[in-house]
């Protein structure tokens, strides 16, 4: 994308115009909570909802991990943006015109690379839909994707296409279009020839877009349809595609989600597409990787009742088995759907069971409980050795729960089924347990906790929500007898900003601070409580409170100071000290009729 030459009134016009509200719940399930909304942080894993975002104020901020900031800062974390991609991509979603940029070639080539290749990705795949839905040459396209019950509202929705058998047909219209055939090479659309020019990777093919959560095409899966191999083509990984990070039909599938408060996580497109054919459309799948702590931590956002519906062979049995400990780790109690062996849910729900697959993804059977089933039908739980490998093995995965009641629940469930002592089990637990280790969040929330004056929090709040008088405070000229540095920095950028401005914006504040300073502003903007009543009395009040302490600071290393010009008898020393107990007593004590004055 290039880079456009902003002002900073373009950059506020297009944030007064955006809704954070409706950004944010691109990504996360909100819900409302007086004032605010709150949901699971994007940014770390959480079981309790800490990620908070005030509609009013134009600021998101997560409690446990410190992240905070504005509409475009939620963008640029969330979605790896830079701030100019940022602010093009919200000056697009809510209609603000952008200059024409002035770019160098060196600048296009760094700064554009992506939005290029998003270029690409959407060229091609207006292309494939094309030839699927109106022209003649995609009637093979059309009748393969009937025969395997897929309609036209289906291929609409998820914009699925169809290549021919030529081997230049994308070629071609790429270079209509003037595009460049080294990045479509790059994203794996076309290839080189031996000799010379250049021939598609798609042919003959069923084409499945992948989406981003930014409804942006990353890459594409291709079904062949006659003989041939392989049988699907993916696009390669490339700095806009993960495939560790995606999930197909995602961009559908995330209203469903919340509304449903469930998400079916299924391993194909075409189980993917025949779920959503069928009204199932909380439904996701995979992209030919196993299930990734990311996938989890995705789906998190929108709910945490995930269930997996693999085929139901071996394969299938071991991918179940290796999503459990991800899902244990994120303190997600997963479920999977059990089919009749030899099923797949795309031939299953095309064979007329959709009462039947109702039926089962009620009784959904928690994830624990079949790895529980597998090792008492692998190990022989009559002898004593195979209660030991059981034990072993359920004991292992037990200690990546990071729950100690949840742990102590299902210790409980395997000693039942093994008919062992739960003691044993605690004492294998105990002994193969290792002290964990601090993650980042524990960190950064060890390193956030220092303790401040609650009179200084106090008028960093009113600075705040009311900035109307930051005035009175600036007359008072007490920031600079705050004891934390942190919060005299935050009022002072705070006051600065008002006095020159004559208002504070919030969102312009944080674009403005440093990072040392957004964290802490974002998380007092969203404290209210204790402002409410006489605001100006309560500034008085704080005011006093921060001089007492400052004086009594001052009365304490004072009187350090004169007991080591006692204890060396230095009497020249001595009397400039005490001239400055009795000028700090006259302060004292005029700060005492202030506040019986003003009280």
């Not at 079904?223 to 999930?247: C, F, T, W």
């Not at 996938?295 to 088995?321: C, E, M, P, S, W």
């Not at 929500?465 to 009022?491: G, N, R, T, Y």
């Not at 290393?557 to 008898?569: F, G, P, S, Y």
Request: with cysteine; aromatic share 8%.
């Amino acid at each position: 994308m290039a880079i456009r030459f902003l002002s900073e009134e373009k950059v506020s016009q297009i944030r007064d115009r955006s809704s954070i509200l409706e950004v944010v719940s691109d990504h996360v399930a909100l819900k409302k909570t007086g004032k605010n909304y709150k949901g699971l942080c994007p940014f770390h894993s959480e079981k309790t909802p800490s990620f908070m975002v005030n509609e009013e104020k134009q600021i998101f901020h997560c409690f446990g991990c410190g992240e905070g900031g504005d509409v475009f800062t939620f963008l640029m974390k969330v979605g790896h943006f830079s701030f100019p991609e940022a602010v093009e991509e919200l000056a697009k979603r809510y209609g603000v015109k952008l200059p024409s940029p002035e770019l160098s070639v060196t600048q296009k080539k760094e700064m554009g690379k992506r939005e290029v290749l998003f270029q690409i990705n959407r060229i091609a795949s207006e292309y494939f839909h094309d030839l699927l839905t109106k022209r003649r040459e995609g009637e093979e396209g059309r009748r393969y994707l009937s025969q395997r019950g897929i309609n036209q509202e289906i291929m609409v929705e998820h914009r699925l296409g169809y290549s021919t058998d030529r081997w230049d047909g994308l070629v071609q219209h790429l270079q209509e279009k003037k595009v460049s055939l080294e990045l479509a090479w790059e994203m794996g659309l076309i290839f080189p020839k031996k000799r010379e020019g250049w021939y598609d990777a798609f042919r003959g093919r069923i084409l499945f877009p992948i989406f981003d959560l930014h409804q942006r095409i990353v890459g594409f899966g291709g079904r062949v349809i006659r003989e041939g191999q392989p049988k699907y083509l993916n696009s390669p990984e490339s700095s806009i595609y993960h495939k560790g990070e995606v999930l197909y039909g995602l961009q559908v599938a995330r209203r469903y989600a919340t509304e449903k408060d469930c998400v079916i996580i299924v391993e194909g497109y075409f189980d993917l597409l025949t779920l959503h054919q069928y009204g199932l459309k909380h439904s996701v799948a995979t992209l030919g990787t196993a299930l990734t702590t990311q996938h989890i931590r995705t789906l998190k956002r929108y709910t945490k009742n995930l269930i997996t519906l693999f085929d139901a062979d071996q394969a299938g049995v071991q991918a179940t088995l290796r999503s459990l400990p991800l899902f244990l780790e994120e303190e997600v109690a997963g479920k999977m759907i059990a089919l009749p062996k030899g099923e797949d849910p795309d031939g299953f729900l095309r064979k007329g069971n959709v009462e039947e697959f109702g039926k089962r993804a009620k009784r959904a059977i928690p994830l624990i409980d079949f790895f529980f089933e597998r090792l008492m039908k692998t190990y022989d739980v009559k002898s004593v050795e195979g209660k030991v490998n059981v034990a072993k093995e359920g004991v292992a995965l037990l200690n990546r729960i990071p729950d100690k009641i949840r742990k102590d629940f299902y210790a409980k469930a395997l000693a039942e089924r093994l008919d062992v002592k739960e003691a044993f089990l605690y004492e294998m637990l105990r002994s193969s347990r290792k002290e964990p280790s601090k993650t980042g969040e524990d960190l950064r929330k060890s390193s956030m906790e220092r303790p401040f004056l609650k009179s200084e929090e106090m008028v960093i709040r009113l600075m705040i929500h009311h900035p109307e008088m930051i005035p009175a405070l600036s007359k008072e000229d007490v920031v600079k007898e705050f004891e934390s540095p942190i919060l005299q920095k935050l009022a002072e950028a705070l006051e600065d900003l008002y006095l020159r401005k004559g208002k504070l914006d919030l969102p312009e504040a944080l674009a403005n601070f440093g990072e040392d300073l957004k964290g802490r502003l974002c998380e007092f903007a969203f404290q209210e409580s204790g402002l409410e009543g006489d605001q100006e009395k309560i500034l008085q009040d704080c005011i006093q409170k921060i001089r007492e302490k400052r004086l009594k600071k001052e009365r304490g290393e004072l009187l350090k100071r004169i007991k080591e010009a006692e204890r060396q008898q230095e009497e020249k020393g001595l009397i400039p000290l005490l001239k400055e107990r009795q000028e700090l007593a006259k302060r004292e004590k005029g700060l005492q009729k202030e506040s019986l004055r003003k009280g």
